[in-house]
């Protein structure tokens, strides 16, 4: 990472190659420092070496034996890229949040569901709470596919967005294909902004991959998704989300996910969105 020079600078040795000199600022806030820290290693090969390291300790674990090629390397490996670059993207101004989500699921048939969700954001940077947002998805499962029509009335809105949005008509489209301890999911939604004053239709595109342990405690299965946001008022996207984590099976009708998601808004501030989420579901 290039670093302006100036008064007030001071060296420190030991942290480049052939132990050359390395400027540090001595008024650094310790999230700067880190970032630096962690661009060096990553443009040094620090991390390069991460997965093979990991492999043996993740095949040592209970119930690890004959389970085939682990995807927890690769996992590792994409989450240390996304915060490998991200600091690249500070200038454009970031925020580091808690993303909350509670869902309440109650079943009408062996094929309908009703969902209530509740979320709550709290932010380093926006006013608190920085979203929080009340609503309902009427559910309907056949085979390999979940068709969901909703309604969310963003309560305080969502200070990110720009114009601020405080309700959303939702139709969702969710294909799922399981094969071996793999699960592969696409999810198509639809969503018209009925505050907006332009044109409101955005359409969201997420694809995830699930990768099923097994005797790793509570954990039931680790996976990563990457979703684009479009907007039809410019027909361009205008947002990518990124997110890594793990399931978890708390009792037998409560699950959570627990996750690491990097969000990059190209209009919106702050642009970059640095995010530790707990996303709850209990079902009756």
């Known amino acids: 990472m290039p670093i302006s020079s100036g008064r007030g600078w001071r060296r420190t040795a030991g942290h480049s190659r052939g132990g050359a000199a390395h400027r540090t600022a001595p008024h650094t806030s310790s999230v700067a420092k880190h970032q630096l820290l962690l661009c060096h290693c990553c443009h040094h090969g620090h991390f390069r070496d991460l997965p093979a390291r990991l492999v043996p300790l993740w095949a040592r674990l209970p119930g690890r034996r004959s389970l085939g090629p682990s995807p927890l390397p690769a996992v590792i490996a994409v989450a240390v890229l996304a915060a490998s670059i991200s600091p690249r993207a500070e200038a454009a101004g970031s925020d580091q949040q808690l993303w909350t989500e509670l869902n309440v699921v109650a079943p009408l048939s062996s094929n309908f569901s009703v969902t209530i969700v509740s979320q709550l954001r709290l932010s380093e ?66 969503q018209d902004t009925l505050t907006a004053s332009s044109n409101p239709w955005q359409l969201r595109l997420r694809a995830e991959y699930r990768w099923a342990t097994d005797n790793v405690g509570p954990i039931s299965y680790l996976y990563a998704n990457n979703e684009v946001f479009y907007q039809f008022s410019n027909n361009g996207l205008f947002r990518n989300r990124f997110q890594a984590g793990v399931h978890l099976i708390l009792a037998q009708q409560f699950n959570a996910r627990v996750y690491y998601q990097y969000q ?21």
């Open 125 to 190: 940077e926006l006013s608190n709470p920085a979203h929080t947002a009340l609503g309902a998805d009427l559910n309907y499962k056949t085979g390999e596919w979940t068709l969901s029509l909703g309604y969310i009335h963003q309560v305080t809105g969502n200070r990110e967005e720009n114009p601020n949005i405080s309700q959303l008509a939702r139709l969702t489209a969710t294909y799922a294909h399981r094969f071996g301890r793999g699960t592969l999911l696409v999810r198509g939604r639809v």
């Open 264 to 284: 990059d808004t190209k209009n919106n501030a702050p642009k970059v969105i640095h995010a530790l989420g707990v996303l709850a579901v209990y079902t009756f």
